[in-house]
T-cell receptor, first 114, second 115 residues
Framework: DAMVIQNPRYQVTQFGKPVTLSCSQTLNHNVMYWYQQKSSQAPKLLFHYYDKDFNNEADTPDNFQSRRPNTSFCFLDIRSPGLGDAAMYLC?????????????FGAGTRLSVL | GQQLNQSPQSMFIQEGEDVSMNCTSSSIFNTWLWYKQDPGEGPVLLIALYKAGELTSNGRLTAQFGITRKDSFLNISASIPSDVGIYFCAGQPLTISGNTGKLIFGQGTTLQVKP
């Protein structure tokens, strides 16, 4: 059974039209991460939540925001998608951010920007 | 910043052959993880390593945490067509301020297997 669930699997949006991607988890993990992955590249961390504490990466554009209303759900909001934001977006969770931080990934959402 | 150098970048092998890939860094890592990613899917954890020198197997896969804590390798024995995909190493670095909780990813090794 899927433990980290991302919806939708495929999302098409228009240039400049806000879009929200969602992630839910059944693992009751404290930490949730959002990554951006472009073709054949390693995932790039955008930000993560440790419980309700939000941690933004220094090079994450302001265009990307996140919300975590409860332990199970986390959302990625792209306020004004540009063509360069077309990518695979991966959600991951881990029990802790300390030692032995094993991250479990969802299947991803493939975002296309027209 | 901290980087992981993963090699080779790609491999094209015959079914039944053994495969080896590795990751190296100039920094010390606490944890090494190996993931496999199929096209259009998220990375799936294969093996997790926690101690220097640790050697762990998962079926046909074997991975080791280097003694210096700066490298790790993954071996796949007797490859089969479903081994095709991108393999990523990922490490949790130890910094002066302690554990960052973040993973550093290698660039990936793309494996193709010819039946």
């Amino acid at each position: 059974d899927a433990m980290v669930i991302q919806n939708p699997r495929y999302q098409v949006t228009q240039f400049g039209k806000p879009v929200t991607l969602s992630c839910s988890q059944t693992l009751n993990h404290n930490v949730m991460y959002w990554y951006q992955q472009k073709s054949s590249q390693a995932p790039k961390l955008l930000f993560h939540y440790y419980d309700k504490d939000f941690n933004n990466e220094a090079d994450t554009p302001d265009n990307f925001q996140s919300r975590r209303p409860n332990t199970s759900f986390c959302f990625l909001d792209i306020r004004s998608p540009g063509l360069g934001d077309a990518a695979m977006y991966l959600c991951a969770t881990s029990r802790t951010s300390g030692i032995q931080n094993i991250q479990y990934f969802g299947a991803g959402t493939r975002l296309s920007v027209l | 910043g901290q980087q992981l150098n993963q090699s080779p970048q790609s491999m094209f092998i015959q079914e039944g052959e053994d495969v080896s890939m590795n990751c190296t860094s100039s920094s010390i890592f606490n944890t090494w993880l190996w993931y496999k990613q199929d096209p259009g899917e998220g990375p799936v954890l294969l093996i997790a390593l926690y101690k220097a020198g640790e050697l762990t197997s998962n079926g046909r896969l074997t991975a080791q945490f280097g003694i210096t804590r700066k490298d790790s390798f993954l071996n796949i024995s007797a490859s089969i067509p479903s081994d095709v995909g991108i393999y990523f190493c990922a490490g949790q670095p130890l910094t002066i301020s302690g554990n960052t909780g973040k993973l550093i990813f290698g660039q990936g090794t793309t494996l193709q297997v010819k039946p």
